[in-house]
């Protein structure tokens, strides 16, 4: 079993930045593909940003593209997602997600087995 850890969130005025961090513990002897993904309230979970196991790869939704960066530390099994020129709609809870059996990235909530707790990012307008 896989548990992530996420951690970074919090309140900033648009226009700032935050870095969320995901950290894996448990049984994570192979490298996972890895993911971020959000939810605003009343609204369905949405795919944010996607790493390969290399780190060499990786993907965005198009209203991130440009402001969003998704890196990972193959050392310390840690991912990240560094947010900047943060907007009110990008308001919402942030789950780090990880899966074994990917072998590419995916934006589907569906194909991650293991997912954080979710550590909550608001932006004030």
């Known amino acids: 079993q896989v548990q992530l850890a996420e951690s970074g969130g919090g309140l900033v005025q648009a226009g700032g930045s935050l870095r969320l961090s995901c950290t894996p513990s448990?049984?994570?002897?192979?490298?996972?593909?890895m993911g971020w993904f959000r939810q605003a309230p009343g609204k369905e979970r949405e795919f944010v940003a996607g790493i390969s196991r290399s780190g060499s790869s990786t993907s965005y939704a198009d209203s991130v593209k440009g402001r969003f960066t998704i890196s990972r530390d193959r050392a310390k099994s840690t991912a990240y997602l560094q947010m900047n020129s943060l907007k009110f709609e990008d308001t919402a809870l942030y789950y780090c997600a990880a899966d074994f059996r990917l072998v590419e990235i995916s934006s589907a909530v569906n194909d991650f087995d293991y997912w954080g707790q979710g550590t909550q990012v608001s932006v004030s307008s």
């Open positions: 448990g049984r994570t002897g192979r490298e996972m593909i």
